[in-house]
């Protein structure tokens, strides 16, 4: 199976700050990356797809990068709404895995 | 609207079986992939199954193969999930979630979630 580790696990910040998340998987997986938003008590919500492709709707603060098996998820300035826990995942190859999470919290 | 709603979550005993059921909604049901996702308590998201839109792939989780079996019926745009032999380790939030593509390749993202339906097992 593929593993996926996210850094930090939690992440300390003020509105309008400059963020990165970052995704390792334990072996190339192309860019076959998606990276998720969830807020408390909600389903997940997709932001990127094959590791770069902003979804539909997704403002255009958040932004993905990396291929092979470091990746990067970007938001550019801060906003209220933001404070959530991030999710990365592999859709390479089954079993499709995820992140353990990043929790991104008010400073 | 673009919808999935689960439904078919409880309390169940350990040993125990339960059915879980996704309705889709606002697009066409037959073209998708969908997925089961869920969620234990304080916990990270863990992927549990795959099945293609024709039902010509299925995949499943370690944790859950030989217990767990998904299911559709595109004629009904619904999705299922049949959970044998369920141990206190399958409590979770479970998620319904569809796979797109991007163009023709086969693998798939998931980018519309259900709101999900708990399930406890517990004696």
């Known amino acids: 199976d593929i593993q996926m580790t996210q850094s930090p696990s939690t992440l300390s910040a003020s509105v309008g700050d400059r963020v990165t998340i970052t995704c390792r998987a334990s072996q190339s997986i192309s860019n076959w990356l998606a990276w998720y938003q969830q807020k408390p008590g909600k389903a997940p919500k997709l932001l990127i797809y094959?590791?770069?492709s902003l979804e539909s709707g997704v403002p255009s603060r958040f932004s993905g990068s990396g291929s092979g098996t470091e990746f990067t998820l970007t938001i550019s300035s801060l906003q209220p709404d933001d404070f959530a826990t991030y999710y990365c995942?592999?859709?390479?190859?089954?079993?499709?895995?995820f992140g353990q999470g990043t929790e991104l919290e008010i400073k | 609207e673009v919808q999935l709603v689960e439904s078919g979550g409880g309390l169940v005993k350990p040993g125990g079986s339960l059915r879980l059921s996704c309705a889709a909604s606002?697009?066409?049901?037959?073209?998708?992939?969908m997925n089961w996702v869920r969620q234990a308590p304080g916990k990270g998201l863990e992927w549990v199954s795959f099945i293609r839109s024709s039902i010509s792939s299925i995949y499943y989780a370690d944790s859950v193969k030989g217990r767990f079996t998904i299911s559709r019926d595109n004629a009904k745009n619904s999705l299922y999930l049949q959970m044998n032999s369920l141990r206190a380790e399958d409590t979770a939030v479970y998620y319904c979630a569809r796979g797109s593509r991007d163009g023709t390749t086969y693998y798939y993202y998931m980018d519309v979630w259900g709101k999900g339906t708990t399930v406890t097992v517990s004696s």
């Open positions: 606002g697009f066409t049901f037959s073209y998708y992939s």
């Open positions: 995942q592999q859709y390479n190859s089954y079993p499709y895995t």
């Open positions: 094959k590791a770069s």
